[in-house]
């Protein structure tokens, strides 16, 4: 995913340095978000072969957060902007712990010895998009790619750990970019982004496999922005 990124940018920014001379507009900006995300977790417990599933667990959950992003875009013309947003910092979901309560040892995490936690990051978070101005004043729609690394962090009694995943999904938006001076402006987005499911297990015969189903996100986005 980080080769993706790095490519990505290389060659927008070449592109972007041959805009100068061809009357196209790149443009950096920084961007504070909200995200509110939402989910539905499956936990399937296999037989001692692995072959059939014994119990499943299935709950529904949500969680909002705050974060910064980066993005680079090129006016092609007055009308279609092309960018690639990027989010630096992992978004953590809140940590799901069962045995709850149970006493023992306690460890780094704060658990006990004999509880079980999850928790995941969702690392790199980039989108790539299309932005087209409407005839509505500064408003404008944005069409996108979104691309993130599921990072699965816990602490097993077992010592077991679960693999890591990718998700992948569209994002659909609506704008308001307001130019203050000198080709600064300040923009006001939200944005609503459908992704791929994921899946991991502990890797034992008879294991424990996770799968994360249905996820949804809405972000709220403010943007300074500085045209070239």
Do not use: C, W
């Not at 599933?53 to 092309?82: Q, W």
């Not at 299309?130 to 004043?137: S, T, Y």
């Not at 189903?213 to 070239?228: A, C, E, N, P, Y």
Request: aromatic content about 8%; cysteine-free; hydrophobic content about 35%.
């Amino acid at each position: 995913m980080k080769r993706l990124i790095i490519a990505i940018t290389s060659v927008f920014m070449l592109f972007a340095n041959s805009a100068m001379s061809m009357d196209l507009r790149p443009a950096v900006g920084i961007s504070g978000n909200m995200g509110v995300y939402a989910a539905t977790g499956i936990e399937n417990n296999f037989n001692n072969t692995g072959t059939t599933i014994d119990e499943t667990t299935k709950e529904y959950g949500a969680f909002a957060t705050e974060y910064g992003s980066i993005f680079l875009e090129l006016g092609l013309n007055d009308t279609i902007s092309i960018g690639v947003d990027y989010v630096p910092a992992a978004i953590e979901t809140p940590k799901n712990i069962s045995n709850d309560g149970v006493t023992g040892a306690t460890k780094p995490d704060g658990s006990t010895a004999n509880q079980n936690s999850v928790k995941a990051e969702f690392e790199d978070l980039t989108t790539i998009y299309a932005k087209v101005n409407i005839p509505l004043g500064g408003t404008y729609l944005k069409v996108g790619y979104t691309q993130a690394d599921v990072v699965s962090i816990e602490s097993m009694s077992s010592g077991n750990t679960y693999g890591n995943d990718t998700t992948s999904g569209y994002t659909l938006g609506l704008g308001y970019d307001h130019e203050v001076v000198g080709g600064l402006s300040v923009r006001a987005e939200v944005t609503g982004s459908d992704f791929s499911d994921v899946s991991a297990n502990n890797g034992q015969t008879n294991k424990t496999e996770i799968k994360v189903k249905d996820m949804i996100g809405v972000r709220g986005t403010i943007s300074l922005v500085k045209s070239f």
